[in-house]
C-alpha cells in the first residue's frame, strides 16, 4: 500500500463501524504491512527468496509490479547465470 497507513485504514474501518468496541479492538491488532517503494519491496521479496535455503537454487524467481492507471505490468525476473544472478527487466503492455 503506497497511498494508506496502518493507521489510516484502522481509522477508515473504525468510522465505519462507528462504537463497535470490538471492531475497534480487532483493527487495531492488525499491521496491514504498508510499504513506501514499491519497486524497493518487490526487489526485497525477490531477494529474500534467492537467499532462502528452501527455495532450489535453479527456482527462477520473479517479482511483479502492476500499474493499475494503465493496466500494464513491469517484471523483475532474477535467473541464475554461472552461480551468480542478474536483473532482466522490461515491460509488458497487456496483462499476461
Known sequence: MLK????DLRAIVKKAHPGDNAVAKLVDDIDFLEFGNLEESVKDDVKYLQENPLV????KITGWIYHVETGKVR?????????????LRFQATQIL
Request: net charge neutral; charged share 20%.
Open 4 to 7: 494508506c497507513t496502518s493507521p
Open 75 to 87: 517484471l523483475h525476473c532474477f535467473l541464475p547465470v554461472s552461480g551468480k544472478r542478474i536483473l
Open 56 to 59: 532450489v537454487e535453479e527456482t
